[in-house]
């Protein structure tokens, strides 16, 4: 399977700590792709970073990739309680032909 | 405002009945995606069309069927032959090019088997 496999698989933190999520993945990406999962809710598109760039901010994220390793990680600073959802990595493979390979996701708790 | 619709929320289905989920969008994408999502399996391609009239397997058709009459709708129903239906089914969209731009969800169907 070429599903990406995202760390830990829970992460519990206390409101206005950082939370970093990670992400990796078998073969060559053309992207990765990080989304949000509120319970019982449809997934939210947070960030996009391509092969060719290693790290991308939006807002209070910040993603890395590397390439090398075959890995990403998603960074959330100074967390909140609206925070608390789960986390999907999506690898979007060459030849994949627009499909993307989500993983099993993590799921972030943040205590108020 | 643009979004891309899925109902019902909730559905029950009793055994050997097929049902239909449907998915509207109105952000003029040509790409559609099904998936489906058990809880710890994250989520799993079962059909996904890029052009009206047109569709290709996922990872778990069987069980499955779709058409793509509309450009702004795909519809998924689950037949009887799917064997263990109960699950979360999302439906997504998005544009083909330029690539790049992630996807759209709806907010998905609960579907159990009663």
């Known amino acids: 399977s070429q599903q990406g496999e995202e760390d830990p698989q829970a992460l519990s933190i206390q409101e206005g700590e950082n939370a970093t999520m990670n992400c990796s993945y078998k073969?060559?990406?053309?992207?990765l792709q990080w989304y949000r999962q509120n319970s019982g809710r449809g997934l939210v598109h947070l960030i996009l970073?391509?092969?060719?760039?290693r790290e991308k901010h939006s807002g209070r994220l910040r993603v890395t990739l590397d390439t090398s390793k075959k890995s990403s990680s998603l960074l959330i600073t100074a967390s909140r309680a609206a925070d608390t959802a789960s986390y999907f990595c999506?690898?979007?493979?060459?030849?994949?032909?627009?499909?993307?390979?989500f993983g099993k996701g993590i799921t972030l708790s943040v205590r108020p | 405002d643009g979004g891309i619709t899925q109902s019902p929320k909730y559905l029950f289905r009793k055994e050997g009945q097929n049902v239909t989920l449907s998915c509207e969008q109105n952000?003029?994408?040509?790409?559609m995606y099904w998936y489906r999502q058990d809880p710890g399996q994250g989520l799993r391609l079962i059909y996904y069309?890029?052009?009206?009239?047109d569709f290709q397997k996922g990872d778990i058709a069987e069980g499955y069927s779709v058409s793509r009459e509309k450009k702004e709708s795909f519809p998924l129903t689950v037949t009887s032959a799917q064997k263990n239906p109960t699950a979360f089914y999302l439906c997504?969209?998005?544009?083909?090019?330029?690539w790049g731009y992630g996807y759209t969800f709806g907010s998905g169907t609960r579907l159990t088997v009663v």
């Open positions: 997504a969209s998005s544009i083909l090019r330029p």
């Open positions: 073969t060559s990406i053309n992207n």
């Open positions: 970073i391509r092969s060719n760039e």
């Open positions: 999506a690898t979007d493979y060459p030849g994949a032909n627009s499909k993307l390979t």
């Open positions: 952000l003029n994408h040509d790409a």
């Open positions: 069309s890029q052009i009206v009239n």
